[in-house]
């Protein structure tokens, strides 16, 4: 039993940051795995970002070195901070946790139920 919630989702101009939290409540599960996904309209659903319990981490190509993601594992917390934002940034943003790699990978996991991101030009 997993519950997702996330915050801090907004209206920015571009170049502007944003931070994005997402906390996990667990119950008999391990939670390895924690990443952010974005869906944009028209676009294909996108991991933009994973860490595993022990940090390792993987961006996608379209955000490395403008977002960083971190975590919390003692409160099962995953936060993404969004820095240099751009209008094409713009989606809905999920959180989502996973026991293994393959869950958040393949969209299996559990996710929350998503924050908008929208970056203006």
């Known amino acids: 039993q997993v519950q997702l919630v996330e915050s801090g989702g907004g209206l920015v101009q571009a170049g502007e940051s944003l931070r994005l939290s997402c906390a996990a409540s667990r119950s008999g599960f391990s939670i390895n795995v924690m990443g952010w996904y974005r869906q944009a309209p028209g676009k294909q659903r996108e991991l933009v970002a994973c860490?595993?319990?022990?940090?390792?981490?993987t961006y996608a190509d379209s955000v490395k070195g403008r977002f960083t993601i971190s975590r919390e594992n003692a409160k099962n917390t995953v936060v993404l901070q969004m820095n240099s934002l751009k209008p094409e940034d713009t989606a809905v943003y999920y959180c989502?946790?996973?026991?293994?790699?393959?869950?958040?990978?393949?969209?299996?996991?559990?996710w929350g139920q998503g924050t908008q991101v929208t970056v203006s030009s």
């Open positions: 860490i595993s319990r022990g940090g390792s981490t």
């Open positions: 989502i946790s996973g026991i293994t790699s393959a869950q958040v990978t393949s969209g299996f996991g559990s």
